[in-house]
Each structure stands twice: as C-alpha cells, then as structure tokens.
C-alpha cells in the first residue's frame, strides 16, 4: 500500500480523449481505463487533492504539432482531426479540475502543468492514461525530471500493444517511479 499526502500529491491523467479512447488497445481496452480513472479521480476530489485532466489537440493544419522526420511517424488523418476528436470523454471532468492541453507526447514541454502543480504545493504525481509508453512515459520521464514524485497504477495505463505497455511499466517506470495498482493507493490520515 502506497500511502499519499492528500495535500501535496495530484492525480494527472493523460489523454483520456474521445479521439483516442476508442482505439485499438492493450492489454486493457480505453473505456476501461476511462473508468478505472474517473473512479480514482472521484477518490482525489474527495480527498481535496488536485485532479488535472491533460489532452492533445493540434490546430486544423496541424501547424502546431511536431514534424521531425523520424523512421516510423504516427499517421495523421487526411484533412484536420474529427470534430471532438480532443474533447475529453464523458463524465470525466468535473468542477474545479484543472486542464492543459498539449502539442506532444509529455504534458510538461510547452505547457503550464508545472506552474500550476507549484502553485498548489504538489510534490509527487499519481499518473495514469493513454499511451502507456508515449504520453504517460514521456510525462512521467519530464516529472521525474522536474523533481516530482512518481506513482503511476498499471492499471490505469494502456497502450497500442502489450509489448509496448509491458516495455515501459517493466524497464522504464521502476526507475523513475513507484508502479503499483490504483487498488493499493491510499490517503494518509
């Protein structure tokens, strides 16, 4: 059991997004993390610790996203991105959550996540979301970095394969955080 200061320890969630919830996942499907996570999310509103909800969105043009060439591109639709295809799922915000959206895989770079985490005395980060090994591990790498402390629940991660998922909770996150499950988190008296 991973006891949490409910004062200085935020949940930040990561691409919980209509656009990216639906697709195909591993090793659990996007509504189930969307789930696992509004319920965790409820247990830190109750709690009085800070919930932020970060997203990934680009301009129609996609002017605003990043366009090194590289061996293996994630591909981009044809056109601008589906109406909603950033907006968070259904029943996942609530008032008094803090969102940030961003232009890449990490929610530090480019974005006020830090200043906002300051400002409201969080020292450790419980992270969860969608992808495991993109936008939760780059997250987790930048907050690590940034001196935070880093719990991150296994099953409030997936991915767009179990190797890929299994990869970064096996040989990335045990260096950088405590993996655990949302199950064996807990707020001290």
């Known amino acids: 059991m991973i006891k949490l200061d409910p004062k200085t320890t935020a949940l930040v969630l990561i691409d919980l997004q209509n656009g990216i919830v639906g697709l195909p996942l591993a090793p659990r ?32 043009d996609f002017g605003d ?10 591909g981009r639709p044809e056109g601008s991105l589906p109406h909603n295809w950033s907006s968070l799922v259904d029943g996942l915000k609530e008032a008094g959550d803090l969102t940030i959206t961003k232009r890449q895989w990490g929610a530090f770079y480019g974005t006020e996540l830090d200043l906002q985490l300051q400002r409201r005395g969080v020292k450790t980060i419980v992270l969860g979301g969608i992808a495991t090994n993109f936008g939760v591990e780059s997250t987790a790498r930048q907050a690590w970095e940034h001196g935070y402390a ?7 991660c997936t991915s767009v394969s ?14 950088i955080s405590r993996v655990t499950r949302s199950d064996d988190l807990a707020f001290a008296a």
């Open 29 to 60: 499907t996007g509504p189930d993390v969307a789930q696992r996570s509004r319920e965790i999310a409820g247990r830190f509103r109750v709690a009085g610790s800070p919930v932020v909800l970060v997203n990934v969105g680009f301009a129609a």
């Open 65 to 74: 996203a990043l366009s090194q060439p590289v061996d293996q591109p994630m």
């Open 150 to 156: 880093v719990v991150i629940p296994e099953d409030l």
């Open 162 to 175: 179990e190797e890929l998922h299994q990869m970064a909770v096996r040989n990335i996150f045990p260096r």
